[in-house]
């Protein structure tokens, strides 16, 4: 009965252990609780969905959902997080004795006797240390804490890669148009250049005219071949995000030619407290959660340890009988260890482990500034970005109509060349400026719903 007595009171005793671990408090934000201008619109819920209501193009959602399934930055997250969760296993176990059972015979021979046999079973609880001041509790708990914290570092990469997929294919599109308008250049500029070089021999223009015509299409079939190389790369940036080759039928178009609501815009609400939400900043949180145990560990080496070991057996002379009748036997073997003396170790800890939490205290704070940084910054940009593209658009349409008008001067003989040449520049500049503007839209969008912490079911705690 005593070693059945000793298990039971080992498992009480396991259950009673206090903890040391200080009484954790989550720090302020140190942010402002609204984003700037946020208080001239007045209160608005947010409601963030995960990417799948967020990307409405199908092909960019077929591609996302390949990266998802096939990029090793992810899966290497995931194996991350199942390492994490095996230590905090491993650590946990030691809150619980171990049993062992054995089973030894023995066989002798003697000249007056002749053959004899004896058997023992035996079942023994290792040495195992009672947690009456929580180390082994407080280890466990920052191992969980670890874990949990990979599980949000996996959960970051997941966003990011969503994010940086979004961003890649948004890319080809704005190259894939760029290509485009420098080839549509290039075939306007080899015709003024055709039609330069027949008025030139009938004496009706310049040798100069004709240079710079030569100088517009050489400049725009440079652009040509410097766009297919960037559409080129931006496939391969993109199967390296995605892990794979991406099928053609999977790339997009031009980006003018992508609906406006491939990429919805989320609202963003006036409360910072969605931040909290973010999987970076309960990351830290979690990882500031495992340091506060590591101090309540330290705490604990300050106190006595108590160490148990007990077995409890069987003995027979007949290894048929070993558990019919025979010597039943146990024996009981506790100890006790009180630190007197360690040269200064314990305090050492204690005092590492308490840097630590300040330490990550002041990450935590920081990454919620950044995150704060980030949401203001995407609204900043949000803030103008219609009215600047919007903008764009008109100076576009004046340039155009400047190019027109230049064209028809030259061609009635009332005005030069060079004219034309100048509005030809501006107009494809101002074409390229709108592309990108257009890519900023989209970019902007997906940046929005990542800075704010995504379609996360998860709440703040």
């Not at 947010?46 to 990417?51: A, F, G, R, Y």
């Not at 990469?157 to 890319?171: G, H, N």
């Not at 840097?355 to 910054?377: H, P, W």
Request: hydrophobic letters at 40%.
């Amino acid at each position: 009965m005593l070693p059945r007595i000793t298990v039971i009171a080992l498992s009480l005793l396991l259950t009673g252990c206090i903890s040391l671990d200080p009484k954790y408090e989550r720090p302020a934000s140190a942010v402002p609780g609204t984003w700037p201008g946020a208080s001239q619109h007045g209160a608005a819920p947010v409601v963030l969905k995960d990417w799948q209501h967020i990307v409405n193009d199908p092909r960019l959602k077929q591609v996302v959902e390949r990266a998802l399934a096939s990029n090793r930055d992810l899966q290497k997250a995931i194996t991350d997080i199942d390492a994490a969760r095996a230590l905090y296993i491993e650590q946990r176990a030691s809150l619980f004795p171990s049993l062992d059972a054995g089973l030894d015979v023995t066989r002798s021979r003697t000249t007056s006797n002749g053959v004899s046999t004896s058997a023992s079973a035996e079942g023994t609880v290792s040495s195992f240390e009672l947690d009456l001041f929580g180390y082994n509790q407080s280890l466990s708990r920052a191992e969980k804490e670890t874990w949990l914290a990979s599980k949000y570092t996996a959960e970051d990469t997941r966003l990011t890669l969503i994010s940086e997929t979004t961003t890649a294919w948004v890319t080809l599109a704005a190259d894939k148009d760029n290509l485009a308008l420098a080839q549509s250049t290039m075939d306007s500029a080899a015709k003024s250049l055709a039609i330069t070089r027949k008025q030139h021999d009938v004496g009706t223009a310049a040798a100069t005219d004709v240079s710079e015509a030569m100088e517009v299409w050489q400049e725009a079939r440079a652009s040509v071949a410097s766009y297919k190389t960037l559409v080129m790369q931006d496939k391969n940036a993109l199967d390296l995000l995605v892990g794979e080759p991406v099928p053609d039928t999977l790339l997009p178009d031009e980006l003018s030619k992508l609906a406006k609501n491939s990429i919805e815009l989320v609202p963003a609400g006036v409360s910072s407290d969605v931040l909290l939400r973010r999987p970076d900043v309960q990351e830290a949180e979690h990882n500031l959660l495992s340091a506060n145990a590591d101090i309540g560990a330290a705490r604990a080496n300050f106190f006595p340890t108590i160490s148990l070991t007990s077995s409890a057996g069987v003995g027979s002379d007949s290894l048929s009988g070993l558990f019919n009748h025979g010597m039943k036997v146990w024996s009981f073997a506790p100890s006790i260890s009180l630190p007197i003396f360690t040269g200064g170790s314990n305090l050492a800890q204690l005092h590492y482990a308490e840097a630590e939490k300040k330490g990550l205290v002041a990450t935590y704070q920081k990454t919620i500034q950044s995150a704060f940084k980030d949401v203001a910054d995407a609204l900043a940009r949000r803030e103008t970005l219609d009215e600047q593209m919007d903008a764009q658009r008109g100076y576009v349409a004046a340039a155009q109509k400047t190019l027109d008008l230049a064209q028809k001067s030259y061609q009635i003989g009332s005005g030069d060349y060079l004219t034309v040449l100048t509005a030809q520049r501006t107009l494809w500049s101002a074409q390229e400026s709108l592309i990108a503007l257009e890519q900023t839209d989209f970019e902007n969008r997906i940046t929005l719903w990542e800075s704010l912490g995504g379609g996360l079911n998860n709440s703040s705690h």
